[in-house]
């Protein structure tokens, strides 16, 4: 078993509508849970991070973070065509002053079509 | 340049040839990231630097993989007697070392392929 599963989809959904990613994780050291937005070749880029539990909120972007269930979400409201990429979930241990080893889901595919 | 900056972008091999792929930090960042990300997967971590000392180089595959890094700066890596499941896109990544959260900045990779 991986230590972060992610459903790859493909996702598809039509511009306005509210997306939901998902991941799952097995680490109960996990403390960082962050979003990465990944365009087609292109490096990731970092689109949300949160620190243990809660949500984070920022524009359309949401991410909550369940660590008694060790899942967690991003919830995109009114989806753009602009928003398509391929969204990977990741996670590291609190080591303090550096960030160390990401711990990466498979990445979930999305298209929002117009 | 202002951000990390990885070079070849672009790698075909022939099967049994060595391959290095170089990293550009962003200047002033103390950690350096490999990761290798094949197609439909996530990615794989490689190994990490802090400065130029590797203290997490658990996930390199085998002992054909190997990196440096020089300077706390450019990092170096190299695969000898390349194989066809080599095929991927190897990603750098830096980050700082501030004493908070600090985000990882990631190159746009070299996408290797060995035929």
Not at chain 1, 23 to 28: A, D, E, I, K, V
Not at chain 1, 32 to 58: A, I, V
Not at chain 2, 40 to 51: K, N
Not at chain 2, 75 to 98: G, H, N
């Amino acid at each position: 078993q991986k230590e972060v599963e992610q459903d790859p989809g493909p996702l598809s959904v039509p511009e306005g509508a509210i997306v939901s990613l998902n991941c799952t994780y097995s680490n109960s050291a996990f403390q960082y849970f962050m979003w990465y937005r990944q365009y087609s070749r292109k490096g990731p880029e970092l689109l949300m991070y949160t620190y243990s539990s809660g949500n984070k909120e920022d524009g359309r972007f949401t991410a909550q973070v369940d660590k008694s269930s060790k899942y967690i979400s991003l919830f995109i409201r009114d989806s753009q065509p602009s928003d398509s990429a391929t969204y990977l979930c990741a996670m590291s241990v609190d080591r303090g002053s550096t960030l160390g080893r990401l711990y990466f889901g498979r990445g979930t595919q999305l298209t929002v079509w117009p | 340049g202002a951000g990390v900056s990885q070079s070849p972008s672009n790698k075909v091999t022939e099967k049994g040839k060595d391959v290095e792929l170089r990293c550009d930090p962003i200047s002033g960042h103390t950690a350096l990231y490999w990761y290798r990300q094949s197609l439909g997967q996530g990615l794989e971590f490689l190994i990490y630097f802090q400065g130029n000392s590797a203290p997490d180089k658990s996930g390199l595959p085998s002992d054909r993989f190997s990196a440096e890094r020089t300077g706390g700066s450019v990092s170096t890596l190299t695969i000898q007697r390349t194989q066809q499941e080599d095929s991927a896109v190897y990603l750098c990544a830096s980050s700082p070392d501030r004493g908070t959260y600090t985000e990882a900045f990631f190159g746009q990779g070299t996408r290797l392929t060995v035929v």
